[in-house]
């Protein structure tokens, strides 16, 4: 399983979104936990060791970009790679730079196209999604 | 018998008789005394003082007889006193003058007679000294010789009487007078007693003159009076007489100031008998001294205090008395000024144009030389530093009883420089008000809405119209001025017209009539007119004043402004529709990528060879209600969107329209982590066009949402609450209220406070717009510890708009 051993936090306020996505990675073999926004996103950071994060850009009680400030402030032993999902926002080329984001997507993405950008900042080289 | 002849001087001789008022008196013994010596020394047996009076000889004593008077006719004595010497008849049978005398042929029968002449030192000869015999006999010369002396001695009697009697009158005329004196009159002898005292004594003191007589002065005047008295008394005694004046306490009748005159009465020799004294209550002609006095003082104070100025001058103008209010004016003082005459070097008498005033034309000098009273002349008094002092001048001409030119003439000058400086300023501004009236013209004039005035005491006649109201009505100044409403309006016009004056002329404030349609030169046009009433000095209407303003252009202008600004309000929508889109892309790119992940999900799973049919029909429905989901934000887009203004009124579900409401803006909110609190009753229906409540429900939420986007824990709360017929809506954010200077213009279209470019300032008042088309209200609510607004509608709206629930199946 090309995810295994990597853990995989997901954070979005709407459930059947977040559903998919950890069912997605699991499915890889990925250890998958949930957020519903940045705040508990934070406490899950802060007891879990993260290899990525794939966030929701809005959501009450904490949006995607501030949670990446906060991650980015607290200095984690280990660096997890960002991935933004976004409505139609805007994200600026500095905010991108800075948060040191790995990709945006836009809704509705594509599972394939993200699963495999995941697995590439990663560092999993050949990752078959024949039956994905 | 031949009677007697009358005196030559007899009517001053019956006078000189009178004069001794002797007739008709009782016997007196010197009289008696005398008769009898004659008749001893004649050896007669009768003796009489015979007067002769106008029609009888009367006897002041008659020895021997018992007449007292007989006829003179047949008065022997009447004879005698026509004689010069003694008459002496022997034997009156041999007598012609006698024989057949009554006196002879009867008792007494007379026989002898000798009668010697009572001779008064004036010469007049008042009858005689008789002795009479019933025999024939004659006299020895010295009987004769003795007969005149005792003739002499009666005469002498007589004289002697008559001055008794002439002391007697002058005593008691003296004691007359002493006695009605008011003052005290008295004699003191040399030991203080009275000698004499006059009645006055009795009022002052109490006591009769006789019993003042012989007391002394300290039993009648009192001690103390006298220890003043004293001294005086010890002067008048060296022989120098007193005056005094001095304040007395007398014994009764208390303190008197009296002025005394004490007179010494000495003899020829110098030797003392007594004092003379006379003593005069002045207390009261004191008292008027000084009553007289105190009122010239008064006067002379009210002549100096007086405000105008007063002068007298004489018949040569040279001024005589003078008050200090005239001395003030002149501006010299009292002895610089009395004694001088108008043409005094030191002061000038100018007229009102500052000619010097000649002196024919002073107004003394006319009163002076015409007799008549100058009233009120205006003059100026220049003064030597060339000050003038302006007066009105009255000049009074005094006469003396009956004199036919007057003596001097009285003036009065009454300082009216302050009065002239006013009227000078008065000019002044007078001439600065008509040049304002000028402006005043000339703006009415080129002023470009039409202006008349109506004489309100004048049942509204036009007395102001200008150029534009020329212009606007076709009716020139000249016709119009001094005409009525009714003269150029229908009947129906006019009245309107005048029930607004009369409305304005009551009221102090402008009544205003926004458009009212007038017929004018170019034909129908919307006047705006407003009216207002112009007071007089004392505060009664007397001018309506009217501005009237064509309005046609303005309006169809503002008709024009009204369409830009729907198409404003659409387009401000679509601009809210923008500023949404954001959240509503988001809102539904959530939904796509839900069915996305879910589609790929089930293609997976049917690639599987163990189809579980159960999961993929629970995921297939969630699916559907992604699906259903995002139809109904297109929906509420197309609600939103869409004008609903002529939409009939529904009965609606609140519950509904803010859940549509919410539907839009959730994502927003989201995003900007503002907690949404809902609080609303189940089942609350209203009649509404619910896609407008939408809108102003948006509307409040979206300006909260960015009027807290700074602070911290941000909320929106919306309440709903129910309140008889009506229900409140309240939106309430966390902020803490709108400044004041902000709330009133809140509600106006185009105010704004957010960033150019973010708002267009139409929201609320579009929105009220809306709540008034309900028959609701929209208000801030100033009362509210947090930022809130209230829409408040009526549950039903009237029947007529009210269209029956219609659900759509």
Known sequence: MPFTGLTILIVDDEEALRDILAEDFRSLGANVIEAKNGATALVQIKSHKCDAIITDLRMPGGDGLSLLRKIQYLKLPIEPKFFLCSGTDQISQDDIRSLNISEVFEKPYNRRSLARTVARALGIADIDLTDF | ?809
């Open chain 2, 1 to 809: 018998m031949k009677l007697p002849q009358t005196p030559d001087n007899e009517n001053l001789r019956l006078e000189a008789l009178q004069g001794y008022d002797i007739l008709d008196t009782s016997p007196e013994p010197q009289f008696d005394d005398i008769t009898l010596l004659a008749s001893q020394i004649c050896n007669t047996p009768i003796a009489l003082v015979s007067l002769v009076d106008q029609n009888r000889q009367w006897f002041k004593s008659h020895h021997g007889i018992d007449a007292t008077e007989t006829p003179r006719e047949v008065a022997f004595c009447a004879h005698a006193i026509n004689e010069s010497e003694p008459l002496i008849v022997k034997d009156t049978a041999l007598d012609d003058r006698f024989k057949d005398n009554p006196l002879v042929t009867d008792g007494p029968n007379v026989k002898f007679y000798a009668g010697a002449q009572l001779i008064t030192p004036m010469g007049y000869k008042l009858g005689t000294l008789c002795v009479i015999d019933h025999s024939a006999r004659h006299l020895s010369p010295i009987q004769i010789q003795m007969l005149e002396a005792l003739a002499r001695q009666v005469v002498a009697q007589l004289e002697l009487r008559r001055l008794a009697m002439l002391a007697r009158r002058r005593e008691k005329f003296l004691e007359t007078i002493l006695g009605s004196l008011p003052g005290l009159v008295s004699y003191v002898d040399i030991n203080f007693k009275f000698q004499y005292c006059n009645s006055a004594y009795e009022k002052w003191f109490k006591m009769a003159p006789k019993d003042c007589v012989g007391k002394s002065i300290p039993q009648v005047i009192g001690d103390d009076a006298f220890k003043i008295a004293k001294p005086y008394f010890e002067q008048v005694f060296a022989g120098k007489p007193q005056q005094f004046e001095r304040s007395i306490p007398f014994r009764s009748g208390g303190n008197r100031i009296v002025a005394v005159t004490l007179i010494p009465d000495h003899d020829e020799s110098g030797n003392m008998n007594g004092v003379f004294n006379l003593v005069t209550d002045i207390s009261d002609l004191r008292k008027n001294e000084s009553t007289a006095v105190t009122k010239a003082n008064q006067l002379q104070a009210l002549f100096d205090g007086m405000a105008e100025g007063v002068m007298v001058m004489n018949a040569n103008g040279k001024i005589i008395s003078v008050n200090d209010s005239a001395l003030e004016i002149i501006g010299l003082n009292r002895p610089q000024i009395v004694g001088s005459n108008a043409f005094d070097p030191r002061w000038t008498s100018i007229n009102e144009d500052l000619s010097t005033c000649s002196s024919e034309e002073l107004p003394s000098y006319l009163a002076m030389t015409t007799g008549q009273t100058q009233r009120r002349r205006i003059m100026g008094i220049r003064h030597h530093n060339q000050t003038v002092r302006w007066v009105s001048i009255t000049a009074t001409p005094i006469f003396k009883s009956d004199a036919t030119f007057p003596n001097q003439v009285l003036m009065t000058l009454s300082d009216i420089t302050e009065l002239k400086r006013r009227e000078a300023e008065r000019d002044i501004s007078n001439a600065q008000l008509s040049a304002s009236k000028r402006l005043l013209t000339s703006v009415l004039e080129t002023l470009p809405v039409a202006v008349f005035g109506k004489d309100i005491k004048k049942q509204f006649q036009y007395v102001i119209w200008n150029k534009r109201a020329e212009e606007l009505f076709g009716t020139s100044a000249e016709k119009c001025l001094g005409t009525y409403d009714s003269d150029h309006f229908t009947k129906e016009q006019a009245d309107f017209f005048r029930s607004k004056d009369i409305e304005a002329s009551l009221s102090s404030e402008i009544i205003d009539i926004p458009a009212e349609p007038a017929q004018t030169a170019a034909g129908t046009v919307i006047l705006h007119t407003r009216k207002v009433v112009v007071r007089d000095d004392q505060g009664k209407p007397s001018i309506l004043l009217g501005v009237s303003e064509d309005i046609t252009a303005k309006i169809e202008a503002q008709k024009t402004i009204h369409d830009q600004q729907i198409k404003l309000i659409a387009s401000t929508k679509m601009s809210a529709l923008g500023e949404m889109a954001g959240g509503i892309a988001h809102e539904i790119n959530n939904p796509l990528a839900i069915i996305n992940g879910k589609a790929s999900q089930l293609k997976r799973m049917l690639r599987k060879p163990d189809l579980d049919i159960e999961k993929l029909t629970t995921e297939l429905t969630k699916i559907e209600a992604t699906v259903e989901r995002i139809s109904k934000i297109i929906k509420g887009l197309r609600v939103f969107s869409r004008n609903s203004d002529s939409d009939p009124m529904e009965r609606s579900s609140v519950n509904q329209i803010i859940e549509d409401t919410l539907e839009l803006m959730k994502e927003r909110f989201k995003f900007d982590s503002i907690e949404l609190r809902v609080n609303c009753p189940p089942d609350l229906w209203i009649d509404c066009r619910p896609t407008q409540i939408t809108q102003i429900l948006s509307n409040l939420m979206s300006n909260a949402r960015d009027a807290i986007s700074s602070i911290k824990e941000k909320w929106v709360a919306l309440d709903v609450k129910i309140n008889a017929d009506r229900v409140h809506i309240t939106v309430t954010d966390c902020g803490l209220g709108i400044p004041h200077a902000v709330v009133d213009k809140l509600m106006q279209p185009f105010f704004t406070t957010k960033e150019v470019g973010k708002g267009t300032g139409l929201g609320l008042s579009i929105s009220k717009g809306i709540a008034e088309d309900h028959k609701g209200h929209l208000r801030y609510n100033p009362n509210s510890k947090h930022t809130q607004f209230e829409l408040e509608l009526p549950i039903q709206q009237p029947l007529q708009v009210t269209l029956p629930v219609t659900k759509s199946a």
